[in-house]
Every structure is written in C-alpha cells, then in structure tokens.
C-alpha cells in the first residue's frame, strides 16, 4: 500500500450488549471504503464499550460486555478491545474517549518514528503522515446528534471537525439526510464518510437480547463463544433487562446544567 496515505484507526463506542456480527461486520465495511479512497490505510481497529455508568437499561455489567467482546474478536487479526473507557466511574463523552485514544495512539507514533529515527536525530522518514482517528458508527448515531440535551454542541464540533465520523448505513436509515439537515455536518461534510452496506443485515443488540429472554435461538447472529459464554453466566434474563429500568441515562443528567442550543444553531 503506498507509503504517502494517512494510517487510519478506527474506534467504535457503544454499549456492546452483547457484541454481534453485524458490530464486527462494521469494521470490515469501513475499511474497504476507506482503503478505496485512496488516501488512507486502516492500521486498527478499537472496540471501546461504555462504562456502566451510562445507565441504559439492560445493560449487564462492563466486565461481561468486554469478556463476550474479546471472545468475538479473537478471529480478528486488526481489531482489538479497549478496556480504558469502560473502567470509568462514570459515563464518558465519546469525543473524551477520542481525545484519550488519539493521545495515545500519537505516542506510540512518535516512539516509532524515534526508533526509526537517523544517526544525526532527525527522523527518517520526515514526510509520513501522522496518524489519524475517527469514529466509526451506525447511520443511527448522526440522528442521536438531534436529541435535545445527548451532546453538547462544542463536542459535535470537535468530533467532526478534530476527528470525523465514518458512518454506515443500515437498513431504511438515511445518514445523508442526517448531513444535509445539520448545519454542523454539513460544514465538515468532507469529514463524515458515508458508507453503504449492500447486504442488508438488520441483527441489534436488542433483538439478541429479546431473543435470549424468550429462549429463542441466536445461532449465526452473534459468535458461539459469545453464546456459550452467556449460557454459562446466565446473562440477558428477564431480571437483567430490568436493570437500570426507569433510570435516565447519564448523558442527560450529566449535561443537564450544560447551556443546550440546537446543532442547527
């Protein structure tokens, strides 16, 4: 792959409850689109699930959702699982967990480029590239941007601007819609990547759940080590999705006392 395009990682945040092949899928689309540019090579990919502060009801505890995590993504040879975000006391902002995952994926540049580095001190290679991370999400997370009182409008700038979104559609979602009704977005356009799954796949987290609750199968939605996994643990009962039942999520409380202003302002 030529040396002049942008390393590329791509962090995905959510409640992973529990992770399907439709989350890893995501990565796999993402990066054949981005490789197509022609201006980046995908070096990594980052699962990063949320903290249990979140307060999403149903939502088993973060030592769970990163093991099922692990076990998915151990046919992957990019991918890898972050505990960092997840370890938190209390929920993270998602361009938060960006600003600490760039940080240190900046770190990790700079000692490579010193190790590569010449005999009189300057770096060998003064003109590669230096890394970049974006966000990469589901065509259901640009309209989450519309909810009053779930970003702050300064984050959005950063995450889009700083950052950039790579978002692939699902179903009868229209991310481009979601671009075009947002001043923000659009302003950054050339920063959200809009990726196209031409093989409908319609599996959620919460039809697993829903499934597991009734005894129904899950068989080829979600690995079968996550499934094993689950049976012996006895996750995503009944009393589990009650937990967190009739709590507001975290977002909303946290950034309540946050001046609130529409995305289109």
């Known amino acids: 792959m030529a ?22 899928r ?20 980052i699962v990063s699930p949320v903290s249990d502060g979140y307060g999403k009801q149903g939502l088993v505890p973060a030592k769970h959702r990163i093991s099922m995590a692990k076990l998915a993504l151990q046919s992957s040879n ?20 960006m600003r600490y995952h760039y940080g240190r994926i900046l770190k990790e540049y700079e000692q490579s480029a010193e190790r590569h580095s010449d005999a009189s001190g300057n770096f060998a290679s003064p003109s590669s590239p ?12 640009l309209s989450s941007f519309k909810i009053p009182g ?36 659009f302003r950054h356009r ?18 697993i759940r829903r499934a597991l609750r009734r005894d129904l199968s899950v068989k080829y939605l979600i690995p079968d080590s996550v499934m094993e996994y689950i049976r012996q643990h006895k996750l995503y009962t009944e009393d589990s999705e009650r937990r ?3 709590t507001a999520l975290r977002p909303l409380i946290k950034q309540a006392h946050q001046p609130i202003k529409s995305l289109d302002d």
């Open 3 to 24: 040396s002049c395009r942008v390393p590329l990682v791509l962090l995905a945040c959510g409640s992973f409850n529990p992770i399907t092949n439709q989350h890893m």
């Open 190 to 207: 050339r920063n959200v990547f809009l990726v196209r799954e031409w093989v409908r796949n319609e599996t959620s987290a919460t039809e």
């Open 78 to 97: 990019w991918v890898t699982v972050d505990e960092w975000e997840s370890q938190q006391p209390d929920w993270t902002e998602t361009v938060v967990t």
């Open 150 to 185: 779930l970003w702050l409008d300064d984050h959005v700038e950063e995450l889009v601007e700083r950052f950039g979104l790579v978002c692939v559609s699902r179903g009868s979602l229209q991310p481009e819609r979601a671009v075009h009704e947002s001043d923000t977005l």
């Open 130 to 141: 230096f890394p970049q991370l974006k966000l990469l999400c589901g065509a259901d997370f």
């Open 26 to 45: 995501l990565f796999e689309l993402a990066r054949d689109h981005m490789h197509s540019t022609g201006r980046y090579e995908v070096v990594g990919g």
């Open 244 to 246: 967190n039942e009739g």
